[in-house]
């Protein structure tokens, strides 16, 4: 790239390269999948390994057979005289209905995918402090009608103590009641051990294998946390702008990293700013375009969503693998559609914070993590220590 903006607008921003941040990128030589770093791109990946793959295996190797008993059963040699029926009513029916069969048994799990990726998880955290000896733990049921918790698979309850959490099992441990009310009661059977505090999480987007599904492994389910953070994502030829709405709506681009500000590996895939997301934590993307239709992708994420002028599309990732993630633009858009790479980077809680308090400062905001805590600084020497710390 010898465009001297491109290159000028680059200089201008942060390194394209965070040293000793591992990063998640596509392989030249690999074959597979791209490991799945979250909820929706899991689920994406089992229903591939599980459904998708064994049936198109056999698929392949039908065919295959059918093929290689015609040519040896079917040819000349073999077969001097051919027959000369042109139907036959029971084959024309199994070469209908088998397929259609087929294609109901990928959708349904399909839907379940593309319901999971669209609508927004909603789950509501409960924290409660520690109590010794209590048993009854109550939370508002405060959602709209339609994504009320109304059965036992909507709630998680957790024993958590420090940064280590135990999921508790329902009938076992724990019974609830009121639920579809607006007020449910979970009762422990045991109060919780000395050190230990409950954590409820309490809504309907729920991922994870199913055991009654697959009869055997481990059930892995659990409910997703509503996002805490929106990022929206404006695609234009050739880059991406974005936005934090949410921390006063600082914005910067991200355009293609040129040659020199990064490694060979990374050329074409970093950019010279990368998104910065805390690990763990939910995300609402909004994507829009300025000019043509783009999309915004993510394969580690299962996240493909397209970026339409005049319209805001929305979806969501959750990842706990703190690394740099790479993507491309997905809808071909003119000439430097494959320049526009895409990259999230997942950090800690408290580097995302400084970051944001970073980009802040760029655009001449106050901070606004460090300045919660200067504001919650009471005595003059706790204003100074807080002052020093950032
Ligand atoms: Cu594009």
Redesign the pocket.
Same mark, same amino acid.
């Given at each position: 790239m010898a465009d001297p903006a491109f290159a000028q607008e680059a200089a201008d921003t942060t390194p394209a390269i965070v040293d000793g941040l591992e990063e998640d990128r596509p392989d030249a030589i690999g074959t597979g999948l791209r490991e799945a770093a979250s909820p929706v791109a899991e689920e994406i990946h089992s229903f591939y390994e599980l459904t998708l793959l064994p049936m198109k295996l056999l698929i392949s190797f039908f065919v295959l057979g059918l093929l290689v008993w015609v040519m040896i059963r079917y040819n000349a040699k073999a077969n001097p005289v051919p027959k000369r029926f042109s139907h036959n009513t029971l084959v024309e029916i199994l070469w209908t209905g088998i397929p259609v069969l087929i294609l109901f048994i990928i959708a349904i799990p399909s839907f379940d995918l593309l319901y999971l990726e669209d609508v927004m998880p909603d789950g509501q955290v409960h924290e409660y402090d520690e109590a010794p000896g209590q048993t009854e733990f109550q939370f508002a049921n405060d959602f709209p009608a339609s994504r009320m918790v109304k059965k036992e698979r909507h709630l998680d309850v957790f024993a958590v103590r420090g940064e280590e959490r135990r999921l508790l099992q329902p009938g076992d441990d724990f019974e609830v009641e009121g639920l579809g009310d607006e007020n449910v009661l979970v009762r422990l059977e045991n109060p919780l051990p000395a050190g230990e505090r409950l954590r409820i999480v309490a809504g309907r987007a729920r991922v994870g294998a199913k055991k009654a599904l697959w009869l055997f492994g481990e059930d892995t389910t659990r409910v997703i946390e509503a996002p805490t953070l929106t990022i929206k994502a404006t /695609?234009y030829?050739?880059g991406w702008a974005y936005s934090y709405p949410d921390y006063g709506d600082f914005e910067f681009d991200a355009l293609m990293a040129p040659p020199d500000a990064t490694t060979e590996e990374l050329y074409r895939l970093a950019t010279t700013n990368d998104i910065v997301v805390p690990a763990g934590e939910t995300v609402r993307v909004i994507t829009t375009a300025r000019d043509?239709i783009?999309?915004w992708a993510m394969p580690a994420f299962g996240v493909k969503i397209d970026a339409i002028p005049g319209r805001l599309n929305e979806t969501w990732f959750q990842t706990d693998m703190e690394k740099t993630f790479y993507g491309q633009?997905s809808?071909?858009? /003119?000439k430097d559609?494959a320049f526009?790479p895409i990259s999230v980077r997942v950090v800690s809680r408290e580097e995302f914070e400084a970051w944001v308090d970073e980009r802040r400062e760029l655009e001449g905001m106050e901070p606004f993590f460090a300045g919660q805590e200067l504001a919650a600084a009471e005595s003059g020497e706790e204003r100074q220590a807080a002052l020093q710390q950032n």
């Open positions: /695609g030829q050739w043509v783009h999309s633009c809808e071909i858009c /003119g559609h526009m």
